[in-house]
């Protein structure tokens, strides 16, 4: 099968591209070309800034894909663009979401968060609202004619390999002695691992699901937990803040629980390991940079 990536050379996206050469497939990555991403002559490379419609148009002219897998789209105007080159270039399109689509609730499934319900008149900048600028990224895919679409809408990723570092920020604050923000440290939060979820996305990519699908390891781990395990990793104590200010707020201080029901998932033949049976030996990877 001939497959195009958008991103797909780091994090999870990564992890995508290693699943489907695997699985012998041919695999094209397109992205900026400024990360290598380790995969040599294995697969083929496009150059492109996919927030310049023109550059991505002229990247793929002439060519024709049985599958694309989009990791990076955060605007509206960039699904649209997206949905008008790719028309008549593939058969399925496979875009990622995000979790954040939803409001606060507990086991949300897909049907949690209509996309061809949503309305919005002015576009969101996704850096200001990224809640809303996934959900237009929905609507917009949701409506494309042309080709069949999945959008697979994955929670908070974590590994050793997240260049995000949201988790590292946990521990080093911690062995520093500054203070963290939790709104809640009760709510519980979904986690899946950056191997799982470029499995999953695999899974859901080469199935003939349409339309949402949420994306998590099963097990929610409450932020109380995590801490602790934040403390046992650095052998130090965290400093809790009861208020928030610029620099302490946690990246997985959530002001609601949201967890997703994965029955869809799970039913086109995905299965992971529980986030409680992997998720302490994580952060102890992660404290000792391994």
């Given amino acids: 099968m001939k497959i195009l990536i958008l991103g797909g050379n780091r994090f999870f996206g990564r992890h995508l591209t290693d699943s489907l050469l695997g699985a012998k497939h041919e695999i ?6 400024q990360i290598d991403d380790g995969f040599g002559d294995k697969i083929e490379r496009l150059r492109a800034d996919r927030q310049k419609p023109s550059e991505l148009a002229k990247a793929v002219e002439g060519q024709r894909y049985d599958l694309v897998f989009d990791q990076i789209c955060y605007s509206a105007s960039e699904a ?23 409001d606060a609730g507990s086991m949300q499934t897909e049907a949690g968060f209509d996309p061809l319900k949503y309305r919005f008149t002015m576009e969101a900048d996704p850096k200001q609202n990224y809640q809303e600028a996934k959900r237009q990224v929905e609507h917009v895919f949701a409506q494309a004619r042309g080709f069949s679409v999945a ?6 990723v974590v590994g050793v390999d997240d260049y995000t570092k949201r988790l590292t920020w946990h521990l080093e604050r911690i062995r520093r002695g500054q203070d963290l923000f ?4 009760k709510a519980k939060i979904d986690v899946i691992r950056s191997d799982q979820a470029g499995l999953a996305l695999k899974v859901i990519g080469l199935s003939k699901v349409e339309g949402p699908v949420n994306c998590t390891a099963p097990g929610a781990v409450a932020l109380e937990d995590l801490v602790r395990m934040f403390e046992a990793a650095t052998g130090k104590k965290a400093v809790l ?7 302490n707020h946690s ?14 998932l799970q039913s086109l033949g995905f299965h992971a390991d529980a986030s409680p049976t992997w998720i302490r030996e994580l952060v102890e990877q992660s404290a000792h940079g391994s």
């Fill in 28 to 33: 094209t990555l397109l992205n900026r070309g």
């Fill in 151 to 156: 959008i697979v809408r994955p929670s908070l």
């Fill in 182 to 185: 939790f709104p809640d440290l």
């Fill in 251 to 264: 990246p997985y201080g959530f002001a609601r629980e949201t967890t997703m029901d994965t029955s869809l």
């Fill in 241 to 247: 803040a009861s208020n928030a200010n610029e620099d």
């Fill in 80 to 102: 649209q663009a997206a949905c008008e080159i790719f028309a008549g270039k593939t058969s399925r399109y496979v875009v990622t979401s995000s979790e954040s689509v939803f």
